[in-house]
RNA sequence: GCACCGUUCGUCUAGCCAGGUCAGGACGCCAGGUUUUCAUCCUGGUAACACGGGUUCAAAUCCCGUACGGUGUACCA
């Protein structure tokens, strides 16, 4: 390893929302970071126009903020560095693509997109591949098969050209990747990627070795997806004479199910999902939900994101960010594409939820029972919170697990009707009734010992009278401890519900 | 097609570099326990070294091949 200061950055594209893959990625270069005492750029690699989305670039910022992954500099927080965003950068590229072209690194190309795909399509009726390489740039309209006055024709009239990068002939690269150790090409294989667009913008491959090396980046940690294009980017940093950067390439995250790299269509699909934030599609005003509108704490997102591909060595997996920092290692993480799981996810969420307190989670559910129409005091709320956490995992999930606590039944669940409401339920309620109208501390002990007691003297089943009595004040077999219920809704509507369920259910013949 | 990368329970993974473990943990699933109910919780169980060769006393671990999967192959990033 380089002994450079730790300089690392994520660059996204502005084409759309982040894919959770992106936010990982953009997680471990945190990670890696801050656990050196380096610093975390975001750049915006915004060299293709055409694909610009409005914001997109926004929506970028607000999910690290939401994740609470934080830049040292970038378009956010500035730096001395900048610009950060690429298409403010445009005019220092063209400098380095002509230092690539008199070094006799790269070379004029003049032929159409179109020429080209005509190229491809023909090259695939033989069932061969075209590639700009070596061997095929000889036959085609390029500064290095045209003579220098034909090559000065087309420059007069005003012919669009691009620079191609002129990939040396059987050559073995050698590389090395923090994760896969050492990785091996022949620039044979390789073609002569197009450096400097006919539009006057460099392509991804000049712009970000060029930024790279001009923002002093010491690793540059990215997608898989880019391997392929390491040796083309060694090449580059060799022709300008710049050191590299170390590089480590993640594995993608793939699909729960089948096969391939995960995708929006699978969160749709399978029903949750792959963006941190909703987003809706400027031109189709099509939504996409995201994790923090499904109910999901930042912290449990981003546990989950950092143990997806990456593990401490141990059996640790619960991590809040600042213990994710102290355990990561570049190393640790794993070279295989990791299945995203969505049964995972919410269990980590269920675990950063138990361990809130009952007030913090009375704030979140709050804005909940509001919409519910109910009004209730924020004490009564996290005396509930305190009964009900454990058995969810969203705050949301609060409400199926609590709403018999504001709302007095007024259905039975026929199922537990028909098994629990028994010839002399009618007649133990009522005695229960009476016993409780006439307990003045209401408090839930108290109350277990009054009927418990009851019920022992009288030789009844606490099975039988405990579900009658459930069923009349929930309205189902649910919910946490039965004289907690009680206590908290009070004697009066204890007494209702009673009544209510006395006067719906009635006396049951014996059949 | 070609190039590169990868492959341990259904899933996330430990173990591999420095060969010797009943191949460990977690999610899920199943069973039992706790409880007046449901859920939680606790206990237990389920289940994997892709395949074939080699090297070796001994291979998940080292080597080779095959299969399968992924990515790339754009004037996209």
């Known amino acids: 390893m380089n002994t450079r200061k730790v300089r690392v950055r994520f660059a996204p594209s502005p084409t759309g929302p982040l ?31 055409t694909r610009f989305v409005p914001g997109a670039e926004e929506y970028i910022i607000e999910s690290f903020k939401w994740c609470g992954i934080q830049f040292d500099e970038g378009v956010t927080t500035g730096g001395p560095y900048g610009p950060y965003r690429q298409s403010e950068r445009k005019a220092m590229y063209r400098k380095y693509a002509e230092m690539l072209l008199e070094s006799g690194n790269a070379y004029y190309a003049f032929d159409t997109s179109e020429e080209l795909s005509e190229l491809r399509k023909l090259f695939e009726k033989k069932k061969k591949t075209f590639t700009y390489n070596a061997f095929e740039r000889k036959q085609l309209k390029n500064s290095l098969a045209l003579s220098k006055q034909e090559v000065d024709e087309l420059f007069e009239k005003k012919t669009p050209y691009v620079i191609r990068f002129k990939m040396p002939e059987n050559e073995i690269i050698i590389m090395n990747d923090l994760i896969r150790e050492k990785v091996e090409v ?3 294989t390789l073609d002569d990627k197009i450096l400097f667009k006919s539009d006057g913008m460099p392509t991804y491959h000049l712009a970000n070795v060029v930024d790279d090396h001009l923002m002093e980046i010491s690793h ?4 898989e997806e880019w391997l392929p294009s390491l040796p083309l980017h060694v090449l580059l940093y060799k022709a300008f004479g710049w050191d590299t950067p170390e590089f480590a390439h993640l594995p993608l995250l793939l699909k729960p199910d089948g096969n391939g790299k995960l995708s929006k269509r699978d969160g749709d699909r399978l029903g949750f999902p792959v963006f941190p934030l909703q987003w809706k599609d400027p031109k189709t005003g099509e939504i996409s939900t995201g994790y923090r509108e499904d109910g999901y704490f930042p912290e449990a997102f981003v546990n989950m994101l950092a143990l997806l591909g990456w593990n ?5 997996e619960l991590f809040i960010m600042e213990e994710l920092i102290e355990a990561f290692s570049i190393e640790r993480v794993g070279k295989s594409g990791s299945r995203f799981d969505p049964e995972k996810a919410k269990w980590f969420n269920h675990q950063y939820l138990i361990r809130k307190s009952d007030e913090e989670l009375a704030d979140l559910f709050s804005p ?6 109910i009004e ?4 009564t709320i996290i005396r509930i919170i305190s009964l009900v956490k454990e058995r969810v995992a969203f705050v949301h999930e609060l409400w199926d697990q609590s709403y018999f606590f504001f709302i007095r039944p007024e259905d039975y669940d026929p199922k537990t009707v028909k098994k629990r409401w028994k010839t002399d339920s009618y007649e133990h309620i009522s005695r229960i009734k009476e016993l409780l109208a006439d307990i003045d501390d209401f408090s839930s002990e108290n109350i277990e010992k009054i009927v418990k007691a009851w019920i022992e003297e009288n030789e009844l089943g606490m099975g039988a009278v405990m579900n009658a009595l459930r069923l009349v004040i929930v309205g189902a077999l ?6 907690s219920i009680i206590e908290l809704i009070g004697k009066n509507e204890t007494l209702a519900r009673i009544e209510n369920g006395l006067k719906v259910l009635g006396k049951k013949e014996t059949g």
């Open 19 to 49: 894919h959770i893959g992106g936010v990982r990625t953009a997680l471990y270069n945190f990670l890696f970071a801050r656990k050196h005492g380096g610093k975390f750029i975001l750049r915006i690699e915004d060299t293709d126009q």
């Open 186 to 188: 022949n620039t044979s």
């Open 220 to 223: 540059v940690i990215r997608g």
């Open 312 to 316: 401490p060595g141990d059996e640790r």
């Open 368 to 373: 909940i029972l509001k919409e519910k129409g």
């Open 376 to 379: 209730t005091s924020i004490e």
């Open 478 to 483: 649910k919910g946490p401890h039965l004289f």
